[in-house]
């Protein structure tokens, strides 16, 4: 992502299913997001391998606690610490704000659990647990787009990014490369990733559309 042509060229490219999935989420009250989030993260295949938790209403009869519901309700908090997070800033890379992405990836983490299947040859990835993908998917969607991008195969080959993506410690490190891959496409053109979109979006959900999937 060199210049604001190709800016352009990578958001044209972007496949315009998850531009309606992102404005339905943005669209959605704050009472009905569990329910959003829950049909988003299954829209975008965010925990392939185990199933995404129940909501509250459904939940009781297929899998303990935490639903859906409590993990949006626990994210709230550490979302809110992070309202002036951006993406472009590296400033934003504060101990407070690196303490709520740490507890942010910790709650996401239960985002999947084990489904209890005697027959299954292959044990559940991670033992049930969400792996970046998912984590980095919810926690863009519950900061309405200030964290991102999300962690998929496309981005992080977009970025370059070496070895496995396995703890908090190594998200916030994929973060902080492409927080500088924005600050250096910002330098470079003199302006900013929304000027240069003309979309009115965080870096961090612009950054993602850029490096996303592609239209079909």
């Known amino acids: 992502m ?94 407070q704000s690196i303490n709520a992405l740490h507890e942010l990836w910790n709650n996401f983490e239960r985002l999947s659990y084990e489904r209890n299947n005697p027959a299954r040859k292959r044990k559940a990835p991670r033992h049930g647990l969400a792996g970046v993908v998912g984590i980095s998917k919810a926690i863009m969607l519950v900061t309405n787009g200030r964290v991102g991008p999300a962690f998929d195969s496309k981005v992080r080959n977009g970025l370059q990014l070496k070895g496995k993506i396995e703890s908090a410690g190594d998200w916030i490190d994929a973060l902080r490369a492409a927080s500088k891959d924005v600050t250096i496409f910002e330098k470079n053109n003199k302006t900013t990733l929304q000027i240069a979109s003309g979309l009115d979006l965080p870096a961090g959900r612009i950054h993602d559309m850029a490096l996303g999937p592609n239209k079909v």
């Not at 185990?50 to 979302?79: E, K, M, S, W």
Request: aromatic share 10%; glycine share 6%; with cysteine.
């Open 2 to 95: 060199d210049t604001i042509a190709e800016l352009k060229q990578r958001i044209a490219r972007f496949n315009p299913v998850y531009v309606q999935h992102w404005s339905d989420w943005l669209n959605t009250p704050n009472q009905r997001r569990p329910h959003e989030l829950k049909l988003t993260l299954g829209r975008w295949q965010a925990c392939r391998g185990n199933p995404i938790r129940q909501l509250a209403t459904t939940g009781a009869t297929v899998h303990p606690a935490p639903y859906i519901d409590d993990l949006f309700a626990q994210a709230l908090p550490y979302a809110q610490i992070l309202s002036g997070f951006d993406m472009a800033n590296p400033g934003s890379f504060n101990p």
